[in-house]
């Protein structure tokens, strides 16, 4: 038997907001949005469109404040070809919330606060 990653799913408060970060600040692409008739909830799926694993968002109609994210011990990881870019990047959006020069990586936060740790890829 044989399993593979296929998405992981976070939900956020306001859905366009989020995507619009995503696609800024991680170059992701809409793949695709789900929206049932009665309006109660919104999915949205964002690729790099290399790998074959997907961010799925979820937006709740009924949700009336923004998510409590505790300890927010939870993350995403992405790699990146041209890390010092990135940096620098992610400084003049005003989104790293942590780094670790140590470590060589650092973390951007998105609008419901989620932390996305970046790495510069492995050559």
Known sequence: MKFRFYHNNINVFDLEKSVAFYQQALSLVEERRHKPSDGSFELVFLSDTE??????????????EPYNLGDNEIHLAFTVDDYARA????????CICYENKNMGL?????????WIEIL???K
């Open 120 to 122: 510069p890829e492995k």
């Open 51 to 64: 790998s074959k694993h997907k961010l799925e968002l979820t937006w709740l109609r009924d949700r009336k």
């Open 106 to 114: 650092y973390f951007i936060s998105d609008p419901d606060g989620y």
């Open 87 to 94: 940096y620098e990047y992610h400084k003049n959006m005003g």
